[in-house]
């Protein structure tokens, strides 16, 4: 059995031991300290029960109520709550073949849709976003954090003149930097199936890399011309109108790379078959882990049984002298049960506030950790709470108040931190 808080015997048991034996052993000293009133306060009448007894009755309750303060706990352990996330990171093609209109309003317009409802659906994943043509963009590193995500997703402009073409090859090798500390390796690919008609230096690089490619293919069959700057459309050098229509190599390259590959839907059904089967296929990197304190409270059995014992003693009072004393003594118990009620569902609170911050719920998350005692780790949750809400302002704050010599608990302090001024 251990303490939570061994400090309240040092703070209440030895004046309380003090006080007791100077009321016990002569009252002609204490008159010497309290007047006759604190003295007539101090001191218990005779009723049925002895006056020595009572007296031990009283200081007994004293030393349960200061056991129960103490907190006293039994199966003390550390538990990690660790969080299990799947790494994805989505390439986008804005090549000038995703203007074409052959789904309106135009490829890449549906791609952005496509896009966003990825980050929606994929709430289990950490992500980032490639852009692509000629060459490759990282538009985001690979992060949990989808609200900026959204954000730089709804303000991308792909009206930029980005050169024509789609290098695959280059989007692999931004993916494999972008996913270097992870063991699962996924991409996705929004795309109308880029200009190669064989993919063989690709297919090796995944195979090396270990990415597994899904695509959604964003075009007809038919095709389509690409518009141009000037209200008309691209032309070949020999003036004749360039039609592209999908290119099934795109297929191909994501099946053999052990991955999959469905053409677009108007609806979502195709960015919930894409998710489902990375769900399926893919394992859950262990990314963030969180410690937290279990135990099994004991407290509740010296509070019952000092309450039981004060009220065996005021049974035999007989007069009404002491009945203010009565009610401050319960008061105190009822003040007293409340903090230890509060206390005692502790750790139910940290797993609902760890739940809802899993689930995003960051606002709710937020009211929970509040409910907490100060601590430096509940402050870091904090923090990260109003972090992922976007209140950067206030997140800051919380961090700089975190004062602690855990080395690891610091590391996480500040490389948050960074990420909080980069917002």
Excluded: C, W
Excluded at 9 to 22: A, E, Q, R
Excluded at 136 to 158: A, G, M, Q
Excluded at 200 to 217: C, R
């Amino acid at each position: 059995m251990q303490f939570l808080h061994p400090e309240v015997f040092y703070m209440l048991l030895i004046p309380l031991v003090l006080l007791i034996v100077l009321i016990l052993t002569n009252n002609n000293n204490m008159k010497q300290y309290f007047s006759k009133d604190m003295i007539d306060k101090l001191s218990v009448s005779n009723g049925t029960i002895g006056k020595t007894s009572r007296n031990v009755m009283f200081f007994t309750t004293i030393i349960l109520f200061i056991v129960a303060l103490g907190r006293p706990v039994v199966n003390q352990k550390d538990q990690e709550l660790k969080q299990q996330l799947i790494p994805i990171v989505i390439a986008l093609d804005v090549s000038k073949s995703m203007m074409a209109t052959d789904i309106y309003p135009n490829r890449i317009s549906l791609a952005k849709l496509k896009l966003k409802e990825i980050i929606k659906l994929a709430s289990n994943s950490t992500i980032g976003v490639v852009l692509f043509a000629k060459d490759s963009f990282i538009l985001s590193p690979v992060t949990e954090d989808f609200i900026s995500l959204n954000y730089i997703v709804d303000n991308l402009d792909t009206n930029l003149n980005f050169n024509n073409g789609s290098n695959i090859y280059a989007t692999l090798e931004a993916t494999a930097h972008m996913l270097e500390e992870f063991k699962v390796k996924n991409l996705i690919i929004l795309s109308d199936g880029g200009n190669n008609n064989e993919y063989t230096d690709e297919l090796e690089f995944v195979k090396e890399k270990n990415i597994e490619i899904y695509s959604i293919g964003l075009a007809t069959k038919d095709g389509s011309p690409i518009p141009n700057d000037n209200g008309g459309y691209i032309t070949d050098n020999n003036g004749n109108i360039v039609t592209v229509k999908l290119n099934s190599s795109i297929k191909n390259l994501s099946l053999k790379s052990g991955g999959g590959y469905i053409d677009f839907s108007l609806d979502n059904s195709d960015v919930e078959a894409i998710i489902n089967r990375i769900n399926i296929q893919s394992k859950k990197e262990e990314l963030n882990s969180t410690k937290v304190r279990t135990y099994t409270e004991l407290f509740y059995y010296p509070l019952g049984f000092a309450v039981l014992i004060l009220f065996l003693s005021f049974i035999s009072l007989p007069t009404l002298k002491n009945s203010s004393n009565i009610v401050v003594v319960f008061i105190l118990i009822s003040l007293y049960q409340d903090k230890g009620y509060a206390d005692f569902f502790e750790f139910e609170t940290i797993e609902k506030a760890n739940q809802l911050y899993q689930d995003k719920n960051y606002k709710d998350a937020l009211k929970e950790y509040e409910k907490l005692k100060p601590s430096n780790q509940s402050i870091y949750n904090k923090a990260n709470s109003l972090y992922k809400d976007g209140k950067y302002k206030e997140a800051e704050k919380l961090y700089n108040k975190i004062d602690t010599q855990d080395k690891e608990l610091n590391a996480k302090k500040f490389h948050n931190l960074g990420n909080n001024f980069v917002k």
